[in-house]
């Protein structure tokens, strides 16, 4: 089945909204077989938008629409899609309702312009939004059934996986059941990954399990894509593969599926009773961010602390030690984080960096490691939160903190 995701909006045609929609929904529809063979940006425009409706419903099977069903005049997708299927648009006494009582629940009246919301295509079928004013909804044009999203990405997101999708693959007549099972990791690049991942059986681009990677500095998520008759066909194909990843990538993997390497150490941290106190350097406070944000952090993070000076001996393995350990003394906690970072001088340029020193204390010891970053002031800025937090996670997993990792210079 040939899919095409239209997304609708001045805003990300001229670049002021980056499209992250589309992305997700790009991403969403391959992981569960679903082929997107096109994807269009238009603006808030009648005459463009009814033109790339009906060109999309020529050449596709299936369409989604994302954006355009907001109350205001440049939202155009209802109007247009009703033109374009040669019906009126009707009043949907129902969402008008929903509408009223959702606004009713927060001790408000519902503005007037909100009525457009609740005006559908005659005919259309109705697609539920169950947390957000903007109605979904369902039509064909031309040869390709249209599916119609918000364009606010928490609607889009929740309606995509609840809504859109099982309709998508009842319409392909796509059975079964699918999985896609995700590896977080750190110090890592794609072409090592790929290295250490050969030979499996069954997992390739091409195989029973599709194998994908997908790089986010500082992390590569490596993911396995697997389709099965039912649950247990599912788990056979996908259980051995699985665990075969998860030996191959070793330490380096910081998380799975859902999880975060900062959720992670939470959960290490409570799970033994922990406290932790974190003192940085240019990172901007970046690691205090985010772990403190989380929930349950108010019982386990204590301190941070924001610096840009360093100590007198600069970014070296002892200072970040000396530091941790007098951070972890006068905070109460049980653990304290020590980043220190020691910028190149000048500007950016392919060689810029800095030396980095991770200093961790608990009640025992305290280690400390050091390593160069290059690539510029964000790159080793995020580059050394992140090698910050997986020195800390491999500390409370009783692994090497030391373990060379890619992104290191000489």
Known sequence: MRVEILCTGDEILTGKTINTNYSHIARRLAEVGLDVHWGTTVG????????????????????????????TVDDLSQEVAAEACGVPLVLSEYWMQ?????YARRGRV???NNKKQAMLPEGAEFIDNPIGTACGFAVTIG????????????????????????????????TGVTRLKRFHTFGI?????????????GLAIDGEIKLGFQAH???????????????????RKLAPAEAEVRRRLGNFVVAEDEQTLEGVLLAKLGAGGYTLSVAETFTSGTIAARIASLPGAETVFKRGTISRALPADGASKEAAAKLATELRAESGASHGLAVLMQLDEGADRPDFGATIAIGIADPATAVARQARLVGGRDWVRIGAAELGLDCLRRHLLGLPVDERIDFERR
Do not use: C, H
Request: net charge negative; hydrophobic share 40%; aromatic share 4%.
């Open 44 to 71: 808030d425009d009648r005459t463009s938008l009814l033109a790339a409706f009906r060109q999309a419903g020529e050449r596709a099977d299936a369409v989604i629409v994302n954006g355009g069903l907001g109350p």
């Open 98 to 102: 929903r509408m009223t009582e959702s």
């Open 110 to 112: 519902m503005p007037v």
């Open 143 to 174: 040869k390709a059934r249209f599916l119609f999203t918000p364009g606010v990405p928490r609607e889009m997101r929740r309606m995509l996986d609840e809504q859109v999708i099982p309709r998508l693959l009842k319409l392909g007549g796509i």
């Open 189 to 201: 690049g794609e072409s090592r990954a790929d290295e250490m991942l050969a030979g499996i059986p």
């Open 217 to 235: 500095y500082p992390q590569l998520e490596t993911k396995l894509a697997a389709r099965g008759a039912d649950a247990d066909d599912l788990l």
